[in-house]
């Protein structure tokens, strides 16, 4: 729900710009079509911004954001959806608060006077980012939730922090500067992030679990982030024996109940994202359940046998009675959206994936709808992924002889082909200050330092030099906390590192918020409910990977809402087929590529080697190049174009206009 934009500036008399906070507010307009509000507090030097998709109470004027406490010392505008916000509301009403609309983001106006800062943030259950300033302490508080659902953005620049909900947001204002920074760039060209950064110089996130808090002294913002939850595993010794099966069965049970039925309230009809994987198929089976009526349910087919799932879908919606709905994508028409998805990811993408989810959000719009549930955060929990019991397998089973360790390594490549090169390295990589931190290189980050490997050869001969000695792995690991990794079980260092890399800064970007929300969609993943993820780091690593069965415990817990086929069926990762494994497919990227990477274009953006560029298509058309290895380079070479149309849509054109001009477009004036 909603776009959120906002500054602040260091002298508290320098006013803030009205016509900017609504430009702000225009480019975002796909979040929040709705309606818009701003609110400008006097003598502060403090501003909001807010774009509307009404979910919740959808009374346009009474839930009109930014809103402002009664007493006029709060100002809040906020993304997202606060859960559980009838039962707050009911004990705050007992406690004489009174409240002017229905909308779940008033809680906050009402918790943080009564609790303070640190207490309130324990009540926030959902996916949010909040911006609250506090006109009598004179602070900024920007939250963002536990898991990075929702995006959130900021940025210094001309004496003033400038935040918002999408890199546009930032770019919209006029004093904030547009270009990459090295190590961004480096990156984004393999694809894992460095958590908190972006691709552009000097901006920022604010890190899941975490608030930046931003106050004034002496003529200027000093600016801290503090964290207030985070994915904690156990100790190794503080989990002692285990309880029985069924404890954990039940608890996943009841846990994961509870977070889908909260995540079905609306003043609007909740549709299921259908895929053929376990996950998504429980939250239907969860949701069908839970409702009267039959719930929607929306399914993606691409034209490729060995990537398609709706067989599956389908018999999984007709076991529950849904109404499906499916659109079947060929997979060389992916690329013609390529560059509309980009303008949205804001980041490059490995896979187009993310436009098949952006055109699959699209078509449930047109149905509709606004909210879907869907089934992200599985995985990280439950240890689906084939990393993950790579890891468990060969640094998590102390008593697996090296024959055993070798078999179970052996079918675990048998049965993840399509995915090595990808979800899998086609070869061990190992990265010092990742083993230093972890005690070895988790599987989900070895294919992406592998296609590091070839980065310094793309990039412009000027940036190189500035790259000397850059190792990007030691960046990754030296944003994560040590505290939260040592001491723990194996596969527990694994999917901590995922939750903080992959997760985050891929799956809820690319493959969540900014696909969805480009079509004014909002997507809830009842999985990264905050209550269910505490339950399942205490689950023993030996019951979330059982012997050859992944996800042990989920699946026993839901036995009794998926289908056998279901059950039993293997973890199958969800994505759009390569280029490679086409002709047709192929070509489409290569009219792309012919089209951002010629040697003209690469000139103008000033970022890349074309001599490199030229090599690498070279050695992806090989014919000796392994299938493995063809899987990198296409993603290699979707990060190359991606590189290319960011620089056109953020730096080559001109923001802060398009922004103005979209406002007048709307209809929406200071």
Known sequence: MCGIA?????????????????????????RGPDGFGYHVMENRGVGFSHARLSIIDLDQERARQPFVS???????????????????????????????????????????????????????????????????????????????????????????????????????????????????????????????????????????????????????????????????????????????????????????????????????????????????????????????????????????????????AREMAQSVGADQDVMLLEADHLYDNLVETLWHTERTIYNTLGVAKLLMSRHVNRAGYKVVVTGEGSDELFAGYPAFRRDMFLHGLDTLSPAERASWQQ???????????????????????????????????????????????????????????????????????????????????????WIKTMLEGQILTWGGDRVDMANSMEARP????????????????GLRIRGRTEKYVLREAMKGVLPKVLYEREKFAFMAPPAHTDAKKWAAMKALADGYLNQSAIDDAGLLDGDGVRALFALHEHPDTPAATQVRLDAVINHLIGVQVLHRHFVAQDIPALARRRAEELGWAA
């Open 526 to 541: 009842p999985f990264l409910d905050h209550h269910l993820a505490a339950f399942a780091a205490q689950i023993p690593p």
């Open 411 to 497: 079918l675990l490549a048998e049965s993840n082909q399509l995915f090595k090169g990808a979800m899998l390295a086609e070869n061990e990589v190992h990265d010092p200050a990742l083993d230093a931190l972890v005690g070895f290189t988790p599987s989900c980050l070895q294919p992406w330092l592998a296609a590091a490997a070839h980065v310094p050869a793309l990039i412009a001969p000027r940036l190189r030099d500035e790259l000397a000695g850059y190792e990007p792995g030691r960046a990754i690991a030296e944003a994560l906390d040590p505290a939260m990794i040592e001491g723990r079980h194996p596969l527990d260092k694994a999917q901590y590192v």
């Open 70 to 312: 009664a007493d006029g010392e709060l100002l809040l505008a906020a993304n997202g959806e606060l859960y559980d916000y009838k039962r707050l509301r009911a004990e705050l009403v007992m406690q004489g608060a009174r409240f002017r609309t229905r909308s779940d983001s008033e809680l906050v106006l009402h918790l943080y006077p009564r609790l303070g800062f640190e207490d309130m943030l324990p009540h926030l259950r959902g996916e949010f980012a909040i911006a609250l300033y506090d006109r009598a302490r004179d602070r900024l508080m920007l939250i963002r939730d536990r898991f990075g659902i929702k995006p959130l953005y900021w940025t210094e620049a001309d004496g003033a922090l400038v935040f918002g909900s999408e890199l546009k947001v930032l770019f919209a204002h006029p004093a904030v500067p547009r270009r990459f920074s090295t190590q961004g760039l480096f990156h984004q060209l393999m694809q894992t992030i460095v958590p908190g950064s972006t691709a552009f110089e000097g901006v920022h996130q604010v890190r899941p679990g975490h608030a930046l808090i931003v106050e004034r002294a002496h003529g200027r913002l000093h600016v801290r982030e503090e964290r207030y939850w985070d994915m904690d595993f156990p100790l190794l010794e503080e989990r002692g024996a285990p309880r029985d099966d069924a404890y954990y069965i039940e608890g996943v049970r009841e846990q994961l109940l509870r977070a889908v039925q909260l995540r079905l309230e609306a003043d609007v009809p909740v549709a299921c994202y259908l895929s053929g994987g376990i996950d998504s198929c429980i939250t239907l089976g969860l949701s069908a359940a839970s409702q009267q009526s039959p719930v929607k349910a929306f399914t993606i087919g691409f034209d490729d046998a060995a990537y398609d799932e709706t067989a599956i």
């Open 6 to 30: 906002g500054v602040m500036h260091a002298d508290p008399l320098r006013p803030v710009d009205p016509h900017t906070l609504v430009a702000m507010a225009a480019i975002q307009h796909h």
